[in-house]
């Protein structure tokens, strides 16, 4: 039989049971000012937040660990617990959830019982970053070699993982991902037969974008195994073999010079440690009248650290830098800018499409991998476009080269550049895909 608890113990538990659903509510009321979201806790309580504007959303927790775990971690927590099936979105999508959620943290600081965590992760950015040549090569390997087919199940027919460029809002993926091609190689001014360096070149395809619509001799580099073999399969297939080769790569130990270098999508896995030894490498790999093209995911506020799920779960080493973090290496590598565009929206609506088409192969994901991983996928696509969406994330595209005069003064040549690359896409032996040819 139990022992009867006095009535000061008996009110001191009740109240301890009741504190992660006070705790829950006072973090909520002080984030979701606008919108309609509906928590459901763990012991059954409901809460009502926002102003009821836009669709309404409704989450739940499942499990009190769960809840206590998102509480004290938010950062870590919320997307394990998603994976888990301990959060579960009940009305609307994971997506409408982290809208709402990011969109209020744009706004204002974090909860406080999180303050000291996130000063931690400040002060520790540094080590997480610690990339050198083993580590990166294992960084690459955790997203970039798992099955070709989860890629193939969202990206585009040419698989370029990277911001897309919009140049009508009604444009397909397909037309996005190949304007990006061709913008970025209208700011390269190549010319047939000069030697390209494609940093991180993934499957291949802006090499062989560049090779043969521009007519240049391109090699690419990657450190991963898997989109090592399709790169070059593809250039056999497309038998430009002679003018695109694919090596297994650090940036760090190439020994040529180049004409043209281009990185897109990679520079996020530098690391702030290794800034000066990249652009160092670019400045000994460039020829005098050379001129870089870097694309990269960046903040437009200060520096900060890895979203610490992203960190674990997706880009292990991984880091999104301030441009103010960025610049200072340039010029210490003696470079010069030349150009900087700044890309905002653009990846929100890549990552939406991804995220649709995804969803829209969800069983064929499933086929492949177990919930739990399509869950985390599912998290991944929705944060990240969420990022863009509504707080601080862009993509910058920066130009280079070592000497004034390189490029022209005005940037109207790119428009001319890109009419021209147009008109030589159409004229291409395989003429490259559209959406709905």
Same mark, same amino acid.
């Given at each position: @039989?139990?022992?009867?608890?006095?009535?000061?113990?008996?009110?001191?538990?009740?109240?301890?049971?009741?504190l992660?659903?006070?705790?829950?509510?006072?973090?909520?009321?002080?984030?979701?000012?606008?919108?309609?979201?509906?928590?459901?806790? %763990?012991?059954?309580?409901?809460?009502?937040?926002?102003?009821?504007?836009?669709?309404?959303?409704?989450?739940?927790?499942?499990?009190?660990a769960?809840?206590?775990?998102?509480?004290?971690?938010?950062?870590?927590?919320?997307?394990?617990?998603? @994976?888990?099936?301990?959060?579960?979105?009940?009305?609307?999508?994971?997506?409408?959830?982290?809208?709402?959620?990011?969109?209020?943290?744009?706004?204002? #600081?974090?909860?406080?019982?999180i303050?000291?965590?996130?000063?931690?992760?400040?002060?520790?950015?540094?080590?997480?970053?610690w990339?050198?040549?083993?580590?990166?090569r =294992?960084?690459?390997?955790?997203? #970039?070699?798992?099955?070709?087919?989860?890629?193939?199940?969202?990206?585009?027919?040419?698989?370029? #993982?990277?911001?897309?460029?919009?140049?009508?809002?009604d444009?397909?993926?397909?037309?996005?991902?190949?304007?990006?091609?061709?913008?970025?190689? %209208?700011?390269?001014? +190549?010319?047939?037969?000069?030697?390209?360096?494609?940093?991180?070149?993934?499957?291949?395809?802006?090499? +062989? /974008?560049?090779?043969?619509?521009?007519?240049?001799?391109?090699?690419?580099?990657?450190?991963?195994?898997?989109q090592?073999?399709?790169?070059?399969?593809?250039? =056999?297939?497309a038998?430009?073999?002679?003018?695109?080769?694919?090596?297994?790569?650090?940036?760090?130990?190439?020994?040529?010079?180049?004409? =043209?270098?281009?990185?897109?999508?990679?520079?996020?896995h530098?690391?702030?440690?290794?800034?000066?030894?990249? &652009?160092?490498?670019?400045?000994?790999?460039?020829?005098?009248?050379?001129?870089?093209?870097?694309?990269?995911?960046?903040?437009?506020?200060?520096?900060?650290?890895?979203?610490?799920?992203?960190?674990?779960?997706?880009?292990?080493?991984?880091?999104?830098?301030?441009?103010?973090?960025?610049?200072p290496?340039?010029?210490?590598?003696? +470079?010069?800018?030349?150009?900087?565009?700044?890309?905002?929206?653009h990846?929100?609506?890549?990552?939406?499409?991804?995220?649709?088409?995804?969803?829209?192969? =969800?069983?064929?994901?499933?086929? +492949?991998?177990?919930?739990?991983?399509?869950?985390?996928?599912?998290?991944?696509?929705?944060?990240?476009?969420?990022?863009?969406?509504?707080?601080?994330? @862009?993509? &910058?595209?920066?130009?280079?080269?070592?000497?004034?005069?390189?490029?022209?003064?005005?940037?109207d /040549?790119?428009?001319?550049e890109?009419?021209?690359?147009?008109?030589?896409?159409?004229?291409?032996?395989?003429?490259?895909?559209? %959406?709905?040819?």
């Open positions: @039989m139990d022992r009867l608890l006095p009535e000061s113990q008996l009110s001191s538990r009740l109240s301890f049971s009741r992660p659903d006070r705790l829950l509510r006072i973090a909520f009321a002080a984030l979701i000012r606008h919108g309609s979201l509906r928590v459901t806790t %763990a012991a059954g309580s409901v809460f009502v937040f926002g102003d009821g504007a836009g669709p309404p959303v409704a989450v739940r927790f499942t499990r009190p769960a809840q206590w775990a998102v509480l004290l971690d938010p950062e870590l927590r919320l997307g394990e617990a998603f @994976m888990d099936g301990t959060f579960v979105v009940e009305q609307g999508t994971i997506a409408d959830f982290l809208r709402l959620v990011t969109a209020a943290v744009a706004v204002r #600081y974090p909860i406080p019982w303050r000291p965590l996130v000063m931690i992760r400040w002060l520790a950015r540094r080590l997480a970053q990339n050198r040549r083993h580590a990166a =294992r960084n690459v390997a955790h997203h #970039y070699d798992l099955d070709g087919r989860l890629y193939a199940l969202f990206l585009d027919s040419d698989r370029q #993982y990277s911001c897309a460029y919009f140049e009508r809002p444009a397909s993926l397909d037309d996005a991902q190949l304007a990006k091609k061709r913008h970025i190689a %209208a700011k390269l001014l +190549l010319t047939p037969g000069q030697r390209v360096l494609d940093i991180g070149c993934g499957w291949g395809g802006l090499a +062989l /974008y560049l090779a043969e619509v521009c007519g240049a001799d391109v090699t690419g580099l990657t450190l991963s195994t898997e090592l073999a399709v790169a070059r399969a593809r250039a =056999r297939d038998e430009l073999g002679g003018r695109v080769r694919f090596r297994l790569q650090d940036y760090r130990d190439v020994p040529e010079t180049f004409d =043209r270098i281009v990185s897109v999508g990679m520079f996020e530098v690391g702030v440690r290794f800034y000066d030894a990249y &652009f160092q490498a670019v400045a000994r790999a460039l020829s005098e009248d050379g001129v870089v093209l870097l694309h990269a995911i960046g903040r437009s506020e200060g520096p900060a650290y890895t979203n610490p799920w992203i960190a674990k779960y997706i880009f292990p080493g991984g880091y999104i830098p301030a441009l103010s973090e960025v610049l290496a340039i010029e210490r590598a003696g +470079l010069l800018v030349t150009d900087i565009e700044i890309l905002r929206l990846y929100a609506d890549t990552l939406a499409a991804w995220r649709e088409r995804f969803l829209a192969h =969800r069983d064929d994901a499933l086929k +492949l991998y177990d919930c739990r991983f399509v869950r985390m996928w599912e998290f991944y696509l929705a944060a990240s476009e969420m990022a863009f969406r509504e707080q601080n994330m @862009m993509v &910058f595209q920066i130009q280079l080269a070592k000497r004034q005069g390189v490029v022209p003064v005005r940037r /040549y790119m428009a001319r890109e009419n021209r690359l147009r008109a030589a896409e159409r004229g291409t032996r395989a003429p490259l895909r559209l %959406a709905g040819e």
